[in-house]
């Protein structure tokens, strides 16, 4: 089956900085990323997502890159906030007969910590 | 807001209560989710409804039970619960069909007592 983790638990940086948050999968058939962004007394937001057949993916101060050679994912947020201060998830989904959701593993979050 | 709505947002029972949560979503999706979300942990799937009927179940025990009278509305009944049963409960909602984002609700924070 699938598993899905997060480098860090935690990651701190300074308001205005660039951060990192990485996510590394398992299974090599999963064609499917999405990051979720998760405040404090709230479920999860949808943030960005990409397809397996690209390799990058920007939005808004935000961008995704995927490497499936090595299985890893990356959230990069430009220029942080305070109000990006939250938990930040990866799911990766893997195809299977059945089709939702429920095709998603969830990794278990990395606690992005904005200090002024 | 995402357009799936979860009520009750707190809940504390003791172990001999029976308590249900409600969740809600009228974003024309035909499949909904419930999730537990555990301190330190991943999301943990535990049921799975699609057009109304339950399709998955991951080993949930049966002191949970779902019930989806719609595809709009999903419930959660609880009874006799233990202490470790204590966390957020999210619900969540999709299109059925491949490469697909579920939409979340607020979460019901469970207390077990």
């Known amino acids: 089956g699938e598993s899905v983790g997060l480098h860090l638990p935690t990651l701190s940086v300074q308001e205005g900085d660039n951060s990192i948050i990485n996510c590394a999968y398992s299974?090599?058939?999963?064609?499917?990323f999405i990051w979720y962004k998760q405040e404090s007394g709230k479920g999860p937001q949808f943030i960005i997502d990409?397809?397996?057949?690209?390799d990058k993916r920007q939005g808004q101060r935000v961008t995704v890159l995927l490497n499936k050679t090595v299985k890893h994912l990356s959230l990069q947020i430009a220029a942080t906030q305070p109000g990006d201060s939250a938990v930040y998830f990866c799911a990766a989904f893997s195809p299977y007969s059945g089709g939702g959701a429920d095709g998603l593993t969830f990794g278990k979050g990395t606690h992005l910590i904005i200090q002024p | 807001e995402t357009g799936v709505t979860q009520t009750p947002r707190h809940l504390v029972m003791g172990m001999t209560n029976k308590k249900s949560l409600k969740c809600e979503q009228h974003?024309?999706?035909?499949?909904m989710y419930w999730y537990k979300q555990s301190a330190k942990k991943p999301l943990e799937l535990m049921f799975v409804?699609?057009?109304?009927?339950?399709?998955e179940n991951n080993s949930v025990p049966s002191r949970f039970s779902p019930e989806c009278p719609n595809s709009s509305h999903l419930f959660l009944h609880l009874h006799t619960l233990q202490p470790e049963d204590s966390a957020l409960y999210l619900c969540a909602s999709s299109k059925q069909g491949s490469d697909t984002e579920a939409f979340f609700g607020q979460g019901t924070r469970l207390t077990v007592v």
């Open positions: 299974n090599s058939a999963s064609d499917y």
């Open positions: 990409i397809r397996s057949n690209m």
């Open positions: 409804y699609n057009f109304k009927e339950q399709t």
């Open positions: 974003l024309g999706h035909n499949a």
